[in-house]
T-cell receptor, first 108, second 113 residues
Framework: GEDVEQSLFLSVREGDSSVINCTYT??????LYWYKQEPGAGLQLLTY?????DMKQDQRLTVLLNKKDKHLSLRIADTQTGDSAIYFC????????FGAGTRLAVHP | ETGVTQSPTHLIKTRGQQVTLRCSSQ?????VSWYQQALGQGPQFIFQ???????GRGNFPPRFSGLQFPNYSSELNVNALELDDSALYLC????????????FGQGTRLTVV
């Protein structure tokens, strides 16, 4: 079946850029997503990209998609302490298929 | 604030009991999906309802069942609770069965003891 994989942990200094990576297996993916989850909360839709796009920018967020390598990344510019959370990559196949999440820790 | 509300927020049940979780979808959305998120893991798809019909099911046993009402709100029922059912249960609503933009509620934390 389809699978989505992410690195589990990322630590960055406040003000630096963060890059969270994700790989997926489904070659027929149409949309790929990034969700954010803060402690004790539900999932917040951050952004998504259609599979015929290479890049999407939304304020501090940049999503890059390499369809050939089935690799998706989320870059957060000027990372702040409020960005500390778990970030989930998800692939849409009628239902969402999530990775295990990347915990982003932002330190001063 | 997504407009998707779930109740209750927390629940403690005993093994073998039954539980009903509720979800009100965002205005204008006719599709509701349910996910189970165990501690330290990503959400796993349980099932989806589109216009009151089940429209996809994940790898969960039949004791997980659901319902969608004419106002598109939804219930998740779990019978014969097991300890491993302890998790955060998330509801997502979207417009149309393809789930292109799914918005999640805050979840119900279920603890089975």
């Amino acid at each position: 079946g389809e699978d989505v994989e992410q690195s589990l942990f990322l630590s960055v200094r406040e003000g630096d850029s963060s890059v969270i990576n994700c790989t997926y297996t489904d070659s027929s993916s149409t949309y790929l997503y990034w969700y954010k989850q803060e402690p004790g909360a539900g999932l917040q839709l951050l952004t998504y990209i259609f599979s015929n796009m290479d890049m999407k920018q939304d304020q501090r967020l940049t999503v890059l998609l390499n369809k050939k390598d089935k690799h998706l990344s989320l870059r957060i510019a000027d990372t702040q302490t409020g960005d500390s959370a778990i970030y989930f990559c998800a692939d849409l196949d009628n239902k969402l298929i999530f990775g295990a999440g990347t915990r982003l820790a932002v330190h001063p | 604030e997504t407009g998707v509300t779930q109740s209750p927020t927390h629940l403690i049940k005993t093994r073998g009991q039954q539980v009903t979780l509720r979800c009100s979808s965002q205005s204008g959305h006719n599709t509701v999906s349910w996910y189970q998120q165990a501690l330290g893991q990503g959400p796993q798809f349980i099932f989806q309802y589109y216009r009151e019909e089940e429209n996809g099911r994940g790898n969960f046993p039949p004791r997980f069942s659901g319902l969608q009402f004419p106002n598109y709100s939804s219930e998740l029922n779990v019978n014969a609770l097991e300890l491993d059912d302890s998790a955060l249960y998330l509801c997502a609503s979207s417009s149309g069965y393809r789930n292109t933009e799914a918005f999640f509620g805050q979840g119900t934390r279920l603890t089975v003891v």
